[in-house]
Every structure is written in structure tokens, then in C-alpha cells.
């Protein structure tokens, strides 16, 4: 028995087998179902309940990966994958994730690792450079937008009520604080309320326009009748590219607001701040430069894999003021002159992040960046053009950036279009030909796809289409 890891000759042999298999894997994506059409719980049924007590081969376990795990998968890989928003895989993506696992760091301080430490200040810079985000912003990776929020609104908690770091909220007489963004935001909002012991009801849920953009006369007055009751308004979260449709709020009126009634500024950029690259949708950074923090996810438009979620705050010293804590065992291993990213969050272990959206960006440069999102932007606006032109189909929303939001009214009571629009996604889904979602808008059920693979084209897109308007005829 071999008592040590694997001996290197057999890792090399089992390197180059995964090789092929991930490469294999890539190559022959479209055979597999997008989603796989079972029932809960079979999965695990065809797992041993037991935890193994004897090593076994590599072989046995790539057979169980094939046999079980794939077929259970739904691949959002996929070019006909269409939901959320078109997870982005590339092959360099791939490989900056290889080259991340065997070097296995932790990138908390500058000493454990320089090269990680240094790497993640170059990337996170590019890419404010990318967004066109002034100087004094300041950014720290984490794995998603909600933990960013989180940290971003526990910074903005600690300017409101000083030493709420050292003392906490409770038995100090303090107002409840407020929270608003709209009714179109992520729940992450309300999550971050949650962890930061403000309360999920202190998040208020503006209403949005016809555009699906947050009122600003409606936060006006919510913020009025707060300050009238004696509570605390806090913070706005403003969003560019919304979960369900991608409208983006407008953000200078919002940021006016914010001046005036001196509230903390959030932009939840998650998914639509990527877009900023492009000269002609440069408008959605309008008064970015006047917000306290910004969520930027690479995951979503900038083709790293998940997880990379970037979060700036203007001056990151306010972030780190409140989140830095050196305990004693890692006093050797702190270097005050470098940038120590555990001082900027609640985690100690991090990841080395950094080192796959370099290698990525180094080998898409900006120039591939922006033709990839151009083609998802092109292939949303035809997808729109063939709804307009099927008289049974109707848009929901303008389309915005890769998402486009539609639904089916075609001799159906209005009572029971919900149910058939509904239908036609799980019937779409359950083929295992492709994969939409559906949201709900102004009350209504509507189908949505969101387009953002670089491995989908038209032609798929095509496919997706003539299946959707199938399934609907079929109902």
C-alpha cells in the first residue's frame, strides 16, 4: 500500500486522462440534455449512502462522473442553455482554473502569498480601469454580488452609528436604519439586512415605472415618511441590469438623492455594469463616480468562471477600517506596507481568484471582451424581432442589454395565460433541448432568456425559437 499521495508518473497518466475527457466533454456539450428530466432524489439514490472506507481508482470515480453526475447536471455550459443570465465558459477560463488548483494558496496576507496579493491589486484594477471608475475607488474580490452587498452595507452601517463594530446595535438607542432599492433588486438586499442585524423589513422595496426602473418620486416620499416616523434612512441600492428584465435605474437622479438626504450610494452592477466597456453603452456609468460602492461580477459578463465578483468602494481604507483584525498567530505574516485582503471581509481563507481572470482577460483582451458581448447584444435584438413578429407572442419588457423578457397570448383566457406561459418553460426545459426561466412582471408570468455563452449562435438561438413556438402550439 502506498502510504504517500499519488505517485508522479500515475498523476501524470490521470492529467493527461483528464485532459482528454475535459476537452472531450467541451467538444460533444450539445449531445447532452441542457437539464436533466428526473425526478428529485434519484441521484442519490444511485450513490452509495455510506462514506468509503478503502481508497479507490481514479478510473472507477471518471466512470461514476460519466454514468451519474453528468447525466444529473444541468449544463450551463450549453449553448441552448438560456436562463439567468448565459453563464460564460471559454476555454481559457478552463485553463486559469487548472492552473489555480494546484498551486492551492491562501491569499489572505501579503506574505502567504505575494504573488496573489499583488495579482488580485493589478486585476482588480484593470478592470476599474475597464468600467472607467475614478481613481479613489478601491476593490477586494469576492466569490459573489451578495457577500459584496453584505460587506458594502456593513461599512455604511458603521458610518451611521459609529463603533457599531466594537459595541454592536443592541441597548444603544439607536434609530431602526432603512434600506431602499426596488422592487425589481436582488434579494440580496434583504439577505444582507439579515446577516447585519438591520432586519429583512427594513429593506424597503421601491416601486418601479413602466420601464421597470425604480420611482423616483416614490423613494422621495418613502425616504420622507421614514424620517417622519423617526427611523433612519441608510442606504440606496441602485441597479444596472435587474434580475428579471435588466432595466437599470437611473442612477443620477438616485445619486442626487443620495447627496442631499446623505444616504450610502450602492451600484449593483452585477450583471449590467460589464456593459460599461462598450463606448455606446457608456450611459449606464453615468454617476457611478458619485456612488460610496459598486458590485461588479466578471461571472456574469466578463467570461470568468464562477465564482468572481468584484466589489470598489470609494476609498477602500472605509472597508478595511471596519473588517481589519490581526490575531496573534498571523502577527508574523502581516506586512504593513502591503495590501492584506483578509483586513477587507469576513473571510480569512481566500481563494486565488485573481490568477484565472488574468489568465482569461490576457488571452480574450478587451478586443474579444467587447466583440463576444456585442454578439449577445445582436442576438437579443434579433431574438426580440422574431417575438414582434409572431402575432401569438408579445415582449414584456424592453429588452435591455443579453435578456429578453416575452410571453404567449395567442386565444388563451386571460385568466389562464399565467399557466400556459409557465408550461410552455417546463415543457421547453423537461425536452432537454434547451433551458429558459420565467419571472413575473407587473403580476404576470413571463418567459425570459438570457443570452451571454459564447458558445451560443444564432443558429441555436434559432433552434430555441422554433422549440419555444412548438411547445406553445403543442399546449
Known amino acids: ?181 426596488s422592487d425589481q433588486a436582488h434579494s440580496s438586499a434583504e439577505k444582507a439586512a439579515i446577516a447585519l442585524g438591520l432586519g429583512e423589513e427594513n429593506v424597503r422595496r421601491v416601486p418601479s415605472d413602466e420601464q421597470f426602473r425604480m420611482n423616483m418620486s416614490i423613494l422621495r416620499e418613502f425616504i420622507a415618511q421614514d424620517r417622519q416616523s423617526g427611523l433612519r434612512p441608510l442606504a440606496v441600492i441602485a441597479t444596472v441590469g435587474t434580475t428579471s428584465t435588466a432595466s437599470v435605474d437611473p442612477i443620477p437622479e438616485i445619486a442626487k438623492i443620495c447627496r442631499e438626504e446623505k444616504l450610502w450610494l450602492h451600484i449593483d452592477g452585477a450583471y449590467g455594469g460589464g456593459f460599461s466597456m462598450l463606448p455606446e453603452y457608456k450611459w449606464i456609468a453615468e454617476g457611478w463616480n458619485e456612488a460610496d460602492s459598486i458590485v461588479i461580477n466578471p461571472h456574469k459578463t466578463l467570461y470568468v468562471p464562477l465564482d468572481f465578483s468584484v466589489l470598489y468602494v470609494r476609498d477602500l481604507e472605509r472597508l478595511r477600517r471596519v473588517f481589519t483584525l490581526v490575531p496573534e498567530y498571523l502577527r508574523g505574516d502581516t506586512v504593513e506596507a502591503e495590501k492584506n485582503y483578509m483586513d477587507y471581509g469576513i473571510q480569512l481563507g481566500r481563494r486565488f481568484r485573481a490568477l484565472k481572470a488574468w489568465v482569461i482577460w490576457r488571452s480574450l483582451g478587451r478586443e474579444k471582451i467587447e466583440a463576444f458581448m456585442r454578439e449577445h447584444l445582436r442576438l437579443a435584438k434579433l431574438f426580440a424581432d422574431w417575438i414582434k413578429s409572431d402575432k401569438r407572442f408579445e415582449l414584456s419588457a424592453p429588452v435591455s442589454m443579453g435578456v429578453v423578457c416575452f410571453r404567449f397570448i395567442d386565444k388563451i383566457d386571460n385568466d389562464k395565460i399565467d399557466m400556459v406561459n409557465s408550461e410552455i418553460v417546463e415543457g421547453v426545459n423537461a425536452s432537454g433541448r434547451a433551458y429558459l426561466t420565467q419571472t413575473k412582471l407587473n403580476g404576470r408570468t413571463v418567459m425570459r432568456v438570457g443570452l451571454g455563452n459564447v458558445l451560443t449562435t444564432e443558429s441555436h438561438l434559432r433552434k430555441a425559437w422554433e422549440l419555444i413556438q412548438s411547445t406553445a402550439s403543442g399546449l
Open 1 to 181: 500500500m502506498h502510504s504517500g499521495d499519488t505517485p508522479p508518473e500515475i498523476l501524470r497518466a490521470q492529467l493527461h486522462e483528464l485532459a482528454d475527457w475535459i476537452a472531450d466533454f467541451r467538444e460533444g456539450m450539445e449531445k447532452f440534455p441542457v437539464a436533466p428530466n428526473e425526478k428529485p432524489g434519484a441521484i442519490r439514490a444511485a450513490l452509495p449512502a455510506q462514506p468509503p472506507e478503502h481508497g479507490e481508482s481514479f478510473d472507477k470515480i471518471l466512470a461514476d462522473i460519466n454514468r451519474i453526475i453528468v447525466p444529473g447536471m444541468v449544463h450551463w455550459s450549453h449553448p441552448m442553455f438560456l436562463g439567468y443570465f448565459g453563464w460564460t465558459s471559454t476555454a481559457p477560463g478552463l485553463l486559469g482554473e487548472i492552473l489555480t488548483a494546484p498551486l492551492n494558496v491562501n491569499a489572505m496576507t501579503w506574505r502567504t502569498s505575494p504573488a496573489a496579493t499583488e495579482l488580485e491589486t493589478v486585476v482588480v484594477d484593470w478592470l476599474r480601469q475597464w468600467m472607467g471608475l475614478p481613481n479613489e475607488f478601491g476593490g477586494v474580490v469576492y466569490d459573489t454580488a451578495s457577500v459584496g452587498v453584505m460587506h458594502a452595507l456593513a461599512v455604511a452601517r458603521e458610518e451611521a452609528a459609529p463603533e457599531t463594530r466594537k459595541r454592536g446595535l443592541t441597548g444603544r438607542d439607536l434609530p431602526r436604519f432603512r434600506i431602499y432599492t
